[in-house]
């Protein structure tokens, strides 16, 4: 009798887990649709800017236009240091999502530091944050509450420092590292080279039709102003990318909780019901044990 008690306690315990879980589902699913119409139209206007970025970088590339020079594009080739940013969730539930960055971010400080360069990480997110302090490798800057709610302003002084180092020469390079959203059921892992500006792809041989004018009064500050509000964009989006790609994340996570918490479930109630059948079986045996025994 208390095994079935128990195996009743077990049923009870797994249900209510199925109820949060499914809630929770619920509750992403309803995130993931707002995330992701923001990300939705936040990408269009990145991958335009990234375009006309690129465009000007070819213009001083191959054009050599107004004669311009901006560390923006410079071609460092050994880089002395340079900085790391990561987003990741500031929750968790949400499957292999936060240690695909954490595993991404691991892998580029391992090939920098074969290349004898210093790096500096700055980590945006709870869970990327608390795994790096664990591991005692130091943080330069963190927040805690920027992934979960996107804000322009923050997220701008929070990368500025990062900028000015690179314009100052303190540093040789900026990268964005984030999981990203692909669409409801995949995550995409990103790491963005966003400063300098990457030459290297560039084919002065290409013809192409533009109406990007670039004149000799378009001195290097202007540039550089411009670059910054480049960057600091990319920043908000990794940002806005990154929330939709959890919300995707965690509804699959609560939805495969929730599947294997039915399953449990049913396993239960089958172990459940063999258990009163064998109770009532030796019941009914001492019943009749019991009645031969009196004759």
Do not use: W
């Not at 940013?85 to 499957?95: E, H, Q, R, Y």
């Not at 102003?225 to 919300?247: G, R, W």
């Amino acid at each position: 009798m208390a095994n079935l008690k128990e195996i009743q306690r077990q049923i009870k315990s797994v249900s209510n887990t199925q109820k949060t879980t499914r809630a929770m589902k619920l509750v992403s699913t309803a995130k993931l649709r707002r995330a992701q119409e923001l990300a939705t139209r936040s990408r269009l206007f990145a991958e335009k800017t990234n375009q006309v970025i690129a465009e000007i970088a070819m213009r001083i590339k191959c054009q050599k236009v107004g004669g311009i020079e901006s560390r923006a594009f410079a071609d460092i080739v050994a880089p002395k240091m340079v900085d790391i940013i990561f987003v990741t969730a500031d929750k968790g539930l949400c499957g292999g999502f936060n240690m695909q960055t954490i595993k991404a971010v691991r892998k580029l400080m391992d090939e920098f530091k074969e290349k004898k360069t210093k790096v500096r990480i700055r980590g945006v997110g709870k869970k990327g944050i608390e795994f790096f302090k664990y591991n005692e490798i130091e943080l330069l800057d963190e927040v805690k509450d920027l992934s979960s709610a996107p804000d322009m302003q923050r997220s701008a002084e929070f990368i500025r420092t990062s900028i000015e180092d690179y314009y100052d020469g303190k540093i040789d390079g900026v990268h964005i590292i984030y999981n990203g959203y692909k669409n409801a059921l995949t995550q995409e892992l990103h790491v963005n080279h966003v400063l300098p500006v990457n030459v290297d792809n560039i084919d002065c041989n290409e013809t192409k039709q533009s109406m990007l004018e670039i004149e000799a009064e378009d001195n290097e500050k202007m540039l550089n102003s411009l670059i910054e509000k480049y960057v600091e964009y990319n920043m908000y989006y990794a940002l806005i990318d990154s929330v939709a790609a959890e919300h995707s994340a965690r509804m699959q996570a609560m939805d495969a909780a929730t599947n294997n918490a039915q399953e449990m479930v049913k396993t239960l109630n089958v172990k459940f019901n063999k258990a009163r059948q064998e109770a009532i079986t030796t019941e009914l045996i001492e019943i009749i044990s019991g009645v031969e025994s009196m004759k």
